[in-house]
């Protein structure tokens, strides 16, 4: 019988001479566009400064571009690099089946690889395309949550393996090494859940997953085995549902976009808050109390009134909502250190209670949503029941993506630079990836870059 891993790895060899359908390629340009806009304004963050200068001590010179830095690395260096770039500030892509984010650990390594066995713009977007099908295919296979490193590395085995050709047989070894070597090992066993998800750099293991994927590929190239029955795994995974209908299901075109810098979690809480304070000319002075109604998924987050850090704000709701109460949505668009450990934020953060509701739990996670009630001025105020902006039910046009990047990247970028990445992006959809290439490498961007 053939397995799992050999179905997956029997799809991408043949997806490698399947044309792309004008939806699928549209779906990955939009998922590009988005991934470019979360590298570009994440680059200053306190975690990718991190891993910019770990990678340079531990993979040394190399060819491959670190985005946006002039600098360059190895293929490893630059993949884990970019991707920690890519999700730093928690506004790359997600999806919704799986529970996780595709984009910041697929793309940035599709991008490496292409460069390095000289692929077409086409080539590239097949990769990711198929990318996204397998690692998402297989996180919306599990029987119980696991963060994205789990998964992402299967979807990026899948498209470094279509860009390089890499034969079936050591392209499900690749697989199974990847899926054995994957971080965040703990939920492989199935175990009790941590009773809090911190909020910190390591990012659910996403820039990270994708070393351990393309290291596992070329482990496998070079003879390298793994256990090629693990995701036949009863116990772990509905095994059926990866296969079946694969390459059918277009997941790269079901993901949600990110419009604030924090967990998909805090979202619809911001937007019913700043919703309720517009309409009911709620000063931030004024609030008494803000409880927030929502479902299990939210209540794991570690929602310190007083976070952590500058990561752990992105998975505190009570915090996010004290501080778009105050400096409204643009603070968490991008998200800055400026707003760390700030006690005005902090004691309205302490003013916000979370609950469980019954009829939101029941519709998650298939959806986001919250209620959210404020007291303020001897007043009552109660929303509708809120979803998060951008889901995949109601996706943004190509030019609210292109708003999200100006928006996302006006400390990090100049105008200038703006309309430049924008326009590679514009001569990637007509088959030139050279220009995005260049704008990877020759820009400089950070703090300082773009006018006061």
Not at 210 to 238: I, K, M, W
Not at 384 to 393: V, Y
Not at 398 to 410: D, G, H, M, Q, V
């Amino acid at each position: 019988m053939t397995g799992t891993i050999e179905a997956l790895a029997a799809y991408v060899h043949a997806a490698r001479t399947v044309p792309l359908s004008a939806e699928a390629r549209e779906a990955a340009l939009r998922s590009v566009l988005d991934l470019v806009a979360a590298a570009a304004s994440g680059i200053d963050a306190p975690g990718p400064r991190a891993v910019r200068l770990a990678a340079s001590a531990l993979h040394g010179a190399g060819d491959h571009p670190i985005w946006f830095t002039g600098g360059r690395s190895s293929l490893l260096g630059a993949v884990w690099a970019n991707g920690a770039a890519a999700a730093a500030l928690d506004i790359d892509d997600g999806h919704r089946i799986a529970r996780g984010h595709p984009g910041a650990a697929i793309i940035p390594a599709a991008f490496a690889v292409a460069r390095q066995v000289g692929a077409s713009a086409d080539d590239l977007l097949r990769a990711i395309v198929v990318g996204y099908e397998v690692g998402v295919a297989v996180g919306a296979a599990r029987r119980f949550y696991a963060n994205t490193g789990m998964w992402s590395g299967y979807g990026v085995v899948a498209a470094a393996g279509l860009l390089k050709g890499t034969p079936p047989g050591q392209l499900a070894q690749a697989f199974a090494i990847a899926g054995a070597s994957a971080p965040n090992q703990l939920h492989a066993g199935a175990g009790p859940a941590f009773p809090a998800l911190e909020g910190t750099d390591v990012k659910e293991g996403i820039p990270w997953s994708s070393v351990t994927a393309v290291s596992a590929l070329a482990l496998a190239e070079n003879g390298h085995g793994g256990p090629l029955a693990l995701l036949d795994t009863d116990s772990h995974f509905r095994s059926a549902e990866i296969v079946d209908g694969l390459g059918s299901r277009l997941y790269i075109a079901r993901s949600y976009f990110k419009f604030l810098c924090c967990c998909r979690h805090v979202h619809a809480p911001v937007e019913a808050l700043l919703d309720l304070m517009a309409g009911h000319d709620i000063a931030a002075d004024a609030i008494e109390r803000i409880v927030v109604d929502s479902y299990s998924g939210a209540l794991r987050l570690t929602n310190r009134p007083d976070p952590q850090g500058f990561t752990e704000i992105q998975f505190s709701i009570p915090y996010c909502l004290g501080l778009v109460a105050l400096h409204g949505r643009e603070a968490l668009l991008p998200l800055t250190e400026a707003f760390v450990e700030r006690p005005e934020i902090v004691a309205i953060a302490r003013k916000v209670s979370l609950r469980l509701d019954p009829e939101i739990e029941a519709r998650f996670p298939a959806e986001t949503l919250t209620r959210v009630t404020v007291e303020a001025a001897g007043r009552r105020h109660v929303s509708e029941i809120t979803g998060p902006r951008g889901e995949a039910s109601t996706p943004p046009s190509w030019r609210e993506l292109e708003e999200k990047l100006r928006i996302a990247t006006r400390r990090t970028a100049s105008e200038e630079q703006q309309d430049r990445l924008l326009g590679a992006v514009d001569a990637l959809r007509k088959g030139n990836l050279g220009p995005l290439a260049a704008a990877f490498h020759e820009l400089r961007l950070g703090a300082g870059t773009a006018p006061a």
